[in-house]
């Protein structure tokens, strides 16, 4: 694990709790420094629900960018 991937976990970390009372989580794929883009998997009732593109960028993506300014873009993959 790098610093990086580190600090994105504990901004993960936060977030979690929230998903996790809708019954979902959420799980760190990887980070690509030259693009800034963050990859997660999105798991339990996050997969597939309709809300879950805007918690992924208003919530998810928008905690990351606060915390970690080289951070660009989230995007989920399955």
């Known amino acids: 694990m790098t610093e990086m991937n580190d600090q994105i976990e504990a ?3 936060q ?11 959420i799980e760190l794929v990887d980070y690509n420094a030259e693009t800034g ?5 999105l798991q ?3 997969v597939g629900c309709p809300m879950s593109q805007i918690t ?6 928008a905690a990351l960018q ?4 080289e951070i660009k873009e989230v995007i989920a993959i399955n």
């Open 37 to 41: 883009v963050v990859r997660v998997r």
């Open 11 to 13: 901004v993960l970390e």
């Open 44 to 46: 339990g009732a996050c």
């Open 15 to 25: 977030v979690r709790p929230a998903l996790r009372m809708d019954g979902g989580g």
């Open 56 to 61: 992924l960028k208003m919530g998810v993506e």
């Open 66 to 69: 606060d915390a970690i300014p």
